[in-house]
């Protein structure tokens, strides 16, 4: 198995159950990487930084880029599947949706550190939506954040496979019965 094809995306909107999906495949043994958003938001309100979706949209951007290329370069670690929450292309995903140019050094990061060409995305989900402390998008941002990602992903040239709204262990299933796609 290729390196690319050992790293696999799952995207989407906010709220979507991307986490719990993860969650389910760490419950199967397989390798995950976290979301960097959401951990990226907890610590800069925990050292009081300012690279916050609300106080600094191209400073988080850049977080989340040396996160994922991080991520990116620890599956090297492994040598079966690693499942990630969210990948590069995410972020171009997120620049667009705030109507910011994507950097030519992010677009050519996305070209470099590729991942396997399928991936799962999550749809919008209202039943299962909540809104947290790091989560302050509304279920409407949630759904243009999931046709910003279809859109940046399609633009990368990787193949979307959308994740039905099931329990959590059929959504596992489902990713990896589709696998081979």
Same mark, same amino acid.
């Given at each position: ?34 979301? /960097?958003?959401r951990a ?100 409407e ?5 999931y ?32 696998? /081979?796609?």
């Amino acid at each position: 198995m290729s390196d690319i094809q050992q790293r696999v995306i799952i995207t989407g909107g906010p709220g979507a159950g991307k986490s719990a999906i993860i969650e389910g495949l760490i419950a199967q043994k397989y390798d995950c990487l976290p979301e /960097s958003g959401r951990a990226i938001i907890q610590d800069q309100v925990r050292i009081g930084g300012s690279a916050l979706p609300w106080l600094d949209k191209q400073a988080f951007a850049e977080m989340m880029l040396c996160w994922e290329i991080r991520s990116w370069h620890l599956a090297n670690n492994n040598n079966g599947l690693s499942f990630f929450d969210r990948g590069l292309p995410d972020i171009a995903g997120y620049l667009q949706l705030c109507e910011i140019a994507v950097p030519k050094h992010l677009d050519r990061a996305i070209r470099i550190f590729e991942y396997q060409k399928t991936v799962f995305i999550a749809p919008p989900w209202k039943e299962i939506y909540v809104q947290d402390v790091e989560r302050k998008q509304t279920f409407e941002d949630s759904v243009m954040t999931y046709h910003a990602m279809v859109s940046i992903y399609e633009q990368y040239n990787y193949k979307l496979i959308e994740i039905p709204c099931l329990s959590v262990d059929e959504r596992v299933n489902f990713i990896l019965s589709n696998m /081979s796609q």
